[in-house]
């Protein structure tokens, strides 16, 4: 059972790639299992920010990182993404492998998605929708269909080029994902697959309409990478510890403009695949219930608590009878950055953290007080 998921438990942006890059330094593949472009994982290496899309942020450190069939890419912006990591991994074409059946996004797709009911839902108009629609509908094209004869009979001469470049650079890296993870998994090699957005955006957990077009919840792991549910060995949900949107639909728990403005400041909240500035808010114990119940997690990892430093007074939003209900905890100063071991966090902070366990009744295993690599505690 050697699958470790990682999975956001809310509106994205939860800080899950680094929490995958933390577990990727210690197996031995990871994987993309659904989305696209609309992802932008984050991590700082060397002080540098680096913003994945479609690799999974392990490819850091893993010797195989997979784009499973789940996933929906857009070739000219994974070959700039590739050439942007290549200087971390400079054999970064002999470690990607893609699946033969991700669907391609093209440039109608993106124009699809730039108007009318995409601007309601507020999407990220990279064409995520309008391809699984095609996928749906059988009639999209996949990376495998590329090395087809005729294809580019069915290609729009716009496309023509990137898709022979895409082509170029990864047809070698073209292959049949599920059965590679097979083999692996089979051999007790580890992988950490690297979910994408979260469980309010799920297409049928989600908040619908303002959801995204595909499952990010535990299902999503075993079809977009096409292995069982006996490889898994954990679910991780990863939680900021406020709340934050981008698109549209409800927002009970938002936060008066004057902490919202300090949590998207202090919080950088600009999202990595839009450059919007995020919605902030409490965060809502419901919303964790609820995503712990669609993807049953074997443990929740909190991030962003240090962002929360400063603040006098901290809450959580739980429900009762159908209204919002604010529990007000005592704030904490002391900047919890550096801090290395959880006995020495502060009490207000463990004080937090206790809570949230309590009210959806999961247990935080770890947290994360900053955006470097190492600023990530286990719970004892
Ligand atoms: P789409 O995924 O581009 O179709 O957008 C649908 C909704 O999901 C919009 O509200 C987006 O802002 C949101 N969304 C998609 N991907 C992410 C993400 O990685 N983080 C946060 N929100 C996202």
Redesign the pocket.
């Known amino acids: 059972m050697p699958i470790t998921a990682i999975l956001g438990a809310q509106?994205?942006?939860e800080g899950k790639g680094k929490i995958a890059a933390q577990f990727s330094k210690s197996s031995d593949m990871c994987a993309r299992f659904q989305?696209g472009p609309?992802?932008?994982h984050t991590l700082y290496v060397d002080g540098v920010k680096l913003v994945f899309r479609m690799l999974p942020c392990g490819i850091l450190y893993n010797t195989c990182a997979v784009i499973g069939n789940g996933v929906v890419i857009n070739p000219q912006m994974l070959i700039s993404e590739v050439e942007k990591i290549q200087s971390y991994v400079p054999d970064i074409l002999d470690r990607l492998v893609i699946s033969n059946s991700a669907h391609v996004i093209f440039p109608s797709h993106i124009e699809r998605?730039s108007h009318g009911h995409?601007d309601t839902?507020?999407?990220?108009?990279?064409g995520?929708?309008p391809t699984y629609e095609d996928k749906i509908a059988r009639i999209g094209i996949r990376t495998g269909d590329l090395l087809l004869p005729g294809i580019f009979d069915k290609i729009s001469a716009e496309s023509s080029h990137v898709i022979n470049q895409f082509v170029e650079v990864f047809t070698n890296c073209f292959s049949d994902t599920s059965l590679l993870l097979r083999e692996n998994l089979d051999r007790g090699l580890n992988v950490v697959a690297e979910g994408?957005?979260?469980a309010l955006?799920d297409i049928d957990h989600g908040d619908y309409p303002?959801?995204?077009?595909s499952n990010t919840t535990t299902g999503a792991v075993l079809t977009g990478l096409g292995v069982g549910p006996r490889d898994i060995k954990a679910v991780y949900m990863v939680a900021s510890s406020y709340m934050t949107?981008?698109?549209?639909?409800k927002f009970l728990t938002r936060a008066p403009a004057s902490i919202e403005e300090f949590l998207q400041t202090k919080g950088d909240e600009i999202?990595?695949?839009?450059n919007k500035m995020r919605a902030c808010g409490w965060l809502d114990l419901c919303a964790l219930r609820y995503a712990a119940r669609v993807n049953q997690p074997d443990g929740l990892i909190l991030t962003k608590l240090d962002v929360l430093s400063g603040l006098p007074e901290v809450r959580l939003v739980s429900n009762s009878g159908g209204t919002p209900h604010e529990h007000k905890l005592v704030g904490w100063s002391d900047d919890i950055r550096s801090v290395r071991r959880w006995c020495d966090l502060p009490k207000q902070v463990r004080h937090f953290i206790s809570s949230v366990e309590e009210e959806i009744n999961v247990r935080v295993v770890a947290i994360s007080t900053g955006p470097e690599t190492d600023s990530f505690l286990s719970q004892d």
């Open positions: 509106w994205g942006d989305g609309n992802a932008g998605d995409a839902i507020g999407t990220t108009r990279m995520i929708g994408a957005q979260g955006l303002y959801v995204t077009s949107k981008v698109g549209g639909g999202d990595g695949a839009t």
